[in-house]
């Protein structure tokens, strides 16, 4: 690294601090992925390195102000990903929603909000991790707010419990909620806890098990089906078939973990195979690439992965 060709990013201290991290940690993470020096002399940052490397450092700092400046918070995982953004010349997408935005960390997870606001019916399909439940809950949550919608309904297979749910003790929320928490925690995220509980008392957001869908038509809503992998053939067309006027609907799942006894009963895999191409409906498809939890996470799925494919050969 030649330290003599340097560049300073004016920055206010507030924004320096945070880019820096606890320790400089998020700082050390940029220096060794770009080989550059960043020193902070008071009213931005020092970068010193080649003209490569400063660029590249710039961008991913420049990433994470622009992060800030929406109202969010820099996690590690948050550099990381906006060193990969400067390394390929990816954006991060923003999406609206509480307290200031919702981001698109990926450039696969970009391309999935846009498909949720420009189509009627749209499955999200990827591994966990990937965002897709989240940012659907984002988008509802964000129709919602703005009035574009009357209600966010929220379902999903209680696949442990088979259709044994009116065995279970306590009313229909008592009994759904131990499934739904991974929902419950995405809506509190985006819409805080006292927002959730008061549209949720008002009748604006709703959770049910994929049996409670029969015989409904949902208008005005946007629907989530979430874990979509396991739901049957009959029940992912009942659900689809639910939607009324002015309401659109994502699909999320994992066709690779499917709970179901026969998994080649799944109704995922086979509604994105005749429906892909269908006017109003599109497809993403998120992969271990789009992973934003703890990085482990990742090479943990590649590993399952890899030995599921080991086994199959």
């Given at each position: 690294?030649?330290?003599?060709?340097?560049?300073?990013?004016?920055?206010?201290?507030?924004?320096?601090?945070?880019?820096?991290?606890?320790?400089?940690?998020?700082?050390?993470?940029?220096?060794?992925?770009?080989?550059?020096?960043?020193?902070?002399?008071?009213?931005?940052?020092?970068?010193?390195?080649?003209?490569?490397?400063r660029r590249g450092a710039k961008h991913a700092i420049e990433t994470l102000s622009e992060r800030l400046a929406s109202g969010l918070t820099i996690a590690q995982t948050d550099v990381r990903l906006a060193?990969?953004?400067?390394?390929?010349?990816?954006?991060?997408?923003?999406?609206?929603?509480?307290?200031?935005?919702?981001?698109?960390?990926?450039?696969?997870?970009?391309?999935?909000?846009?498909?949720?606001?420009?189509?009627?019916?749209?499955?999200?399909?990827?591994?966990?991790?990937?965002?897709?439940?989240?940012?659907?809950?984002?988008?509802?949550?964000?129709?919602?707010?703005?009035?574009?919608?009357?209600?966010?309904?929220?379902?999903?297979?209680?696949?442990?419990?088979?259709?044994?749910?009116?065995?279970?003790?306590?009313?229909?929320?008592?009994?759904?909620?131990?499934?739904?928490?991974?929902?419950?925690?995405?809506?509190?995220?985006?819409?805080?806890?006292?927002?959730?509980?008061?549209?949720?008392?008002?009748?604006?957001?709703?959770?049910?098990?994929?049996?409670?869908?029969?015989?409904?038509?949902?208008?005005?809503?946007?629907?989530?089906?979430?874990?979509?992998?396991?739901?049957?053939?009959?029940?992912?067309?009942?659900?689809?078939?639910?939607?009324?006027?002015?309401?659109?609907?994502?699909?999320?799942?994992?066709?690779?973990?499917?709970?179901?006894?026969?998994?080649?009963?799944?109704?995922?895999?086979?509604?994105?195979?005749?429906?892909?191409?269908?006017?109003?409906?599109?497809?993403?498809?998120?992969?271990?690439?789009?992973?934003?939890?703890?990085?482990?996470?990742?090479?943990?799925?590649?590993?399952?992965?890899?030995?599921?494919?080991?086994?199959?050969?």
């Amino acid at each position: 690294m030649s330290r003599g060709l340097a560049e300073f990013l004016s920055l206010e201290d507030d924004v320096v601090r945070a880019v820096s991290g606890a320790g400089g940690r998020n700082l050390a993470l940029i220096e060794d992925a770009f080989h550059v020096l960043v020193e902070t002399p008071g009213g931005g940052l020092a970068l010193k390195g080649d003209a490569s490397a400063r660029r590249g450092a710039k961008h991913a700092i420049e990433t994470l102000s622009e992060r800030l400046a929406s109202g969010l918070t820099i996690a590690q995982t948050d550099v990381r990903l906006a060193i990969e953004h400067a390394r390929t010349g990816g954006t991060a997408a923003v999406h609206g929603a509480r307290r200031g935005a919702v981001a698109a960390k990926t450039a696969a997870q970009a391309a999935y909000l846009d498909a949720l606001a420009n189509h009627d019916l749209v499955f999200g399909l990827g591994p966990a991790g990937t965002g897709k439940t989240f940012l659907a809950v984002a988008h509802g949550a964000a129709l919602l707010r703005a009035g574009e919608i009357e209600r966010l309904v929220v379902t999903r297979p209680a696949v442990e419990a088979g259709e044994r749910l009116g065995f279970l003790p306590g009313d229909l929320n008592e009994k759904v909620d131990p499934y739904m928490a991974p929902v419950w925690e995405a809506m509190i995220n985006i819409l805080g806890a006292d927002a959730l509980r008061r549209r949720r008392e008002r009748g604006e957001i709703e959770v049910a098990p994929i049996a409670f869908m029969r015989g409904r038509t949902l208008a005005h809503a946007f629907v989530i089906v979430d874990e979509a992998q396991n739901t049957s053939r009959l029940q992912m067309k009942m659900v689809l078939t639910r939607l009324g006027e002015g309401s659109r609907m994502a699909v999320t799942g994992d066709p690779s973990q499917v709970d179901l006894i026969n998994p080649g009963d799944s109704g995922l895999a086979h509604a994105v195979s005749i429906l892909e191409g269908v006017e109003g409906v599109a497809v993403t498809r998120l992969t271990v690439a789009d992973i934003v939890r703890h990085p482990l996470v990742g090479r943990i799925v590649k590993a399952y992965d890899a030995d599921s494919a080991r086994r199959t050969r």
